[in-house]
């Protein structure tokens, strides 16, 4: 099994498990992200829990002395849960689907827009708006520069582009006027 369905799974069991207690919700998803920092942070941890021939037992150990007093006793136990099923490894692309599954919850999308001048805060705020009318989910946007654009504005959500940029534009214009002859 690819480890990035694995990963899915036990995303699915943990948000199955705190999904009805917002407040919990929330907890879990902030554990999870200050745990992934710290990975990021501290490979030698990574390297730890990735290690085969350090014991289970030594692994729940060492998370608990790291975590403990920071997270929730229903992270501690998922965490326990992956090294017990030798799935410690996986806990980056946990998080990653986690958060993506309470954004899914929670009808949240992220958007970036890319524009070839900086948005005003108006600017952005409209544009927000106007994607949250069009997709029906909240938006959390973020804006990018990228002066070749020209002029307009590219947006992506998730999979999705909208490009209403003056290049995209055209290019359009000229696969059009190329298609004719």
Avoid: C, W
């Amino acid at each position: 099994m690819r480890e990035e369905t694995v990963a899915r799974r036990y995303a699915a069991a943990l948000l199955a498990q705190v999904r009805e207690n917002d407040a919990a919700l929330t907890s879990v998803q902030g554990d999870l992200q200050r745990i992934a920092q710290s990975l990021r942070d501290t490979p030698a941890l990574g390297a730890l829990l990735a290690q085969p021939l350090v014991t289970e037992t030594r692994k729940k150990h060492v998370l608990a002395q790291a975590f403990q007093q920071d997270v929730q006793p229903v992270t501690l136990a998922f965490l326990n849960l992956l090294i017990d099923k030798r799935r410690a490894n996986l806990l980056l692309e946990v998080q990653a689907e986690f958060d993506r599954m309470v954004r899914e919850v929670r009808n949240i999308a992220y958007a970036t827009a890319t524009s070839a001048v900086p948005l005003s805060a108006e600017q952005s705020l409209q544009l927000e708006r106007a994607l949250e009318a069009r997709t029906g989910k909240d938006i959390e946007l973020k804006t990018e520069v990228d002066p070749e654009l020209i002029g307009g504005v590219l947006v992506r959500i998730g999979d999705t582009v909208l490009d209403g940029t003056v290049r995209g534009n055209l290019e359009r214009l000229r696969e059009q006027l190329l298609a004719r002859h």
